[in-house]
């Protein structure tokens, strides 16, 4: 069987050169005569390792120093709860801005802590738009103002960083790396790793120095910023694979040109999609154009009978996993980093052939 195109929201296609060499290295990592899974995650080795994808990363992103990198565990959703646990305190409220499933699902996870306040009141989990900051409601008291700047469900994105007077605060999960972020507007940025970065099981803290305090006292240190910042992520035993395939993840960036040519590729693949769909009316996206996301495109046929002929046809044809979230309904076609400009162009052509044989 050759490689396909996988579309898969996550976890997701990654770069060949990445499989290629871990499948090298699966039995001697380095000279080391053991793959590197087999290796404490407190060796000499291990923290070089470490080190090295933190520093790649921090330059990548170009990461001011006066922010933390911490490796966690537990996911995203993990991160939904740790982030009240260890920035509002008692008594405190948060800004939460509801864009779709993942910002709603965040905003009612930090509820349990403390009550917390919906900037936007026509929040809901399918929004095809979002109100301009004017018309936003921001307690000017809150801790943090949190926001998902790509709803990967519906391909809803903000494309313009919210101007807060508190710490902002992102789940860039599907957004990470795929363009430029100027890292000092945000308070805390958190990702896992599994949409553009690499592998499940290891989550990305990026948070401003002073933000890092003593959680609430109910919080697992697990999931302590302050724990996990003072131990450099090594509390328990972290995700060691998985830091390494963000590694070569990483480093196979560095050398296509890091965020920048990622940025560019990505704007043109997500072009070419939605220029194809809105020529077309046999295909539909109804995402407001100010709010289309580069990552993840959702659309829908004109005849929604048709739905699971088009999903076994088009993987038939290398084309997997296009069918959308179930909360959502209709397709998906995710554009992460690691898709090729190639696999773009073979999916619009078969949807092309496809509208023709059944309009
Ligand atoms: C996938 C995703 C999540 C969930 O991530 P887990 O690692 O499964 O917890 C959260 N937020 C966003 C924006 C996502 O795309």
Not at 137 to 155: H, V, W
Not at 201 to 219: C, H, K, S, W, Y
Request: glycine share 6%.
């Amino acid at each position: 069987m050759s490689r396909v195109y996988n579309f898969s929201a996550g976890p997701a296609m990654l770069p060949e050169s990445v499989l290629k060499t871990a499948q090298a290295q699966m039995l001697d990592w380095d000279g080391s005569g053991v793959s590197e899974m087999e290796i404490s995650h407190r060796s000499p080795q291990f923290e070089a390792l470490q080190k090295q994808t933190q520093d790649l990363l921090r330059e990548l992103m170009q990461i001011p120093d006066n922010y933390h990198i911490l490796f966690m565990t537990g996911g995203a959703r993990a991160q939904f709860d740790a982030l009240p646990m260890n920035l509002l305190n008692e008594g405190e409220t948060a800004n939460y801005l509801v864009s779709g499933y993942w910002s709603h699902d965040a905003c009612q996870m930090a509820q349990k802590y403390n009550s917390v306040h919906v900037v936007n009141p026509s929040a809901a989990v399918n929004m095809n738009t979002l109100s301009t900051p004017a018309n936003w409601d921001i307690n000017p008291k809150g801790s943090y103002f949190f926001y998902t700047p790509n709803e990967t469900l519906t391909g809803l994105a903000l494309t313009d960083t919210p101007k807060v007077t508190m710490p902002l605060v992102a789940d860039m999960t599907s957004y990470i790396l795929s363009q430029h972020y100027n890292v000092s507007d945000f308070g805390v940025i958190f990702a896992s790793a599994q949409k553009n970065m690499g592998q499940a099981g290891v989550t990305v803290v990026i948070i401003r120095d002073d933000l890092i305090q003593e959680p609430r006292a109910f919080t697992p240190n697990v999931l302590s910023y302050q724990l996990m910042a003072e131990k450099n992520s090594l509390y328990n035993t972290s995700p060691t694979y998985a830091i390494y395939i963000m590694n070569l993840v990483l480093k196979d960036l560095k050398a296509k040109g890091g965020v920048t040519w990622a940025e560019q590729e990505n704007r043109k693949k997500a072009a070419l999609l939605y220029d194809f769909i809105d020529s077309s009316d046999f295909y539909s996206n109804n995402i407001d154009k100010n709010f289309r996301s580069i990552m993840n495109v959702s659309f829908m046929l004109s005849n929604g009978k048709l739905q699971n002929n088009f999903l076994q046809q088009s993987a038939e044809h290398g084309l997997l996993n296009l069918k959308g979230h179930s909360a959502v309904g209709g397709m998906r076609a995710s554009l992460y980093n690691a898709m090729p400009l190639a696999g773009v162009e073979a999916l619009i052509k078969f949807m092309q052939n496809y509208a023709e044989q059944n309009q």
